[in-house]
């Protein structure tokens, strides 16, 4: 892994507002986030792309201390807005980067402004042991380019990913609701992931009512009886309302005992779908389908991802 060293950005000028709060900036900056994207595997293959997105301020690096990091991790952590929880993506894990790539960096994705911001530590100690790695960066922003890139182009971004995201909810639904196998389902898997991204994701509300009508079409594929198939479908409103009135760590706590035969089968499904759990690990699929395009990206880059993101320029 590379690790691109991050100096203290001068000539400081404010770039972008989070709330109540400034962010700062620096030619500097820019130029050094643009050279670690071009270092980054993941990236080097769209970093003329990523460099034009810079300039055109679409993408806006910010400097901030480690205070101000740990500031907004348990910010964005606490909010308890659906909309936050839509908008924003945390990805932050480990202790030193050189351990684990995703330290030091987060990327917001504001769907209001459509920007996507990168906040930056250079929290340099003499071992250089806390400072974002090329590889925390690109990930991070990769993933939020996804974003971009569903919410820009709601009915693109269903044409373009359907084969993904029909499977990953068909692996995901079959398990949960016991469905059995027939050539009529994946039309009504279509439907529902469609109502959650449109009806949901895209207008910020949760329509838990439209979910629920959503889940009678299933009813003709499940194995399982009236009653218990009706429980699993509330249990789902229950857990999907959980996720957006409670912070991550709440929800997390009370998912993961007595949701766990919802949750788990998020990680199995991503295995199977994708051959691999994505490293931020598994929740907003539940409701958002974007995430399940963001966590495919964060397995791997494909031709499909490259043009997604290259679109956005």
């Not at 910020?204 to 194995?223: G, H, M, S, V, W």
């Amino acid at each position: 892994m590379i690790q691109e060293i991050f100096a203290l950005p001068i000539a400081l000028q404010p770039v972008a507002t989070l709330g109540d709060m400034t962010l700062y900036g620096s030619q500097t900056l820019n130029d050094r986030f643009i050279q670690s994207i071009k270092l980054a595997k993941r990236t080097r293959n769209i970093s003329d792309s990523i460099e034009k997105l810079v300039i055109n301020k679409t993408v806006i690096p910010c400097f901030i201390d480690p205070g101000m990091l740990t500031y907004f991790k348990r910010r964005i952590s606490q909010d308890t807005s659906g909309g936050l929880l839509r908008i924003l993506r945390i990805i932050i894990a480990g202790k030193k980067p050189l351990d684990h790539p995703l330290d030091w960096c987060i990327a917001l994705y504001d769907f209001d402004n459509n920007k996507i911001l990168i906040l930056i530590s250079n929290h340099i100690t003499e071992r250089f042991s806390l400072t974002a790695s090329n590889e925390s960066l690109a990930l991070s922003l990769t993933h939020e380019l996804m974003h971009m890139f569903a919410h820009k182009n709601p009915n693109r971004f269903l044409s373009f990913f359907k084969e993904e995201l029909t499977l990953f909810y068909k692996i995901y639904y079959t398990e949960i609701f016991k469905l059995k196998d027939d050539k009529n389902l994946e039309p009504v898997i279509e439907s529902i992931y469609k109502t959650l991204f449109l009806k949901c994701e895209m207008t910020n509300e949760i329509l838990l009512a439209a979910i629920y009508r959503q889940f009678q079409k299933l009813k003709p594929f499940t194995e399982m009886d009236s009653s218990d198939f009706k429980i699993r479908s509330i249990e789902y409103l229950r857990v999907v309302r959980l996720l957006t009135i409670n912070d991550i760590s709440s929800f997390v706590s009370i998912a993961k005992v007595k949701y766990k035969h919802l949750m788990k089968p998020l990680y199995t499904t991503y295995k199977i779908a994708f051959g691999r759990i994505p490293l931020k690990g598994c929740l907003q699929e539940l409701v958002y389908p974007s995430e399940v395009i963001c966590g495919y990206s964060d397995i791997k880059i494909t031709p499909k991802i490259k043009t997604s993101i290259q679109s956005l320029v």
